[in-house]
């Protein structure tokens, strides 16, 4: 995957938990949880996308 579109995937799903962290009216907890989910989300997408998961998935202890 080419990094332009990687950037832009961060961009566009940062606006999009902006959006909904500034104009959706939720309690903080469900906020934060939303957040946590986001920011887990994004980092297993990007260590997929970077061929990092499968060598974490190969690491055996």
Same mark, same amino acid.
């Given at each position: 995957?080419p990094?332009? *579109?990687? =950037? /832009?995937?961060? @961009?566009? &799903? !940062? #606006?999009?938990? +902006?959006? #909904? ?6 309690d903080?907890? =469900? ?5 946590? #989910?986001? &920011? @887990?989300g /994004? #980092?297993? +997408?990007l260590?997929?996308v970077f !061929?990092?998961? *499968? ?7």
């Amino acid at each position: 995957m080419p990094l332009l *579109n990687i =950037f /832009i995937v961060l @961009i566009v &799903v !940062g #606006v999009i938990l +902006w959006l #909904v962290n500034t104009y959706i009216p939720m309690d903080g907890k =469900f906020k934060r949880i939303l957040n946590a #989910v986001a &920011v @887990i989300g /994004i #980092v297993l +997408w990007l260590l997929q996308v970077f !061929g990092l998961l *499968n060598t974490l998935k190969s690491i055996q202890i």
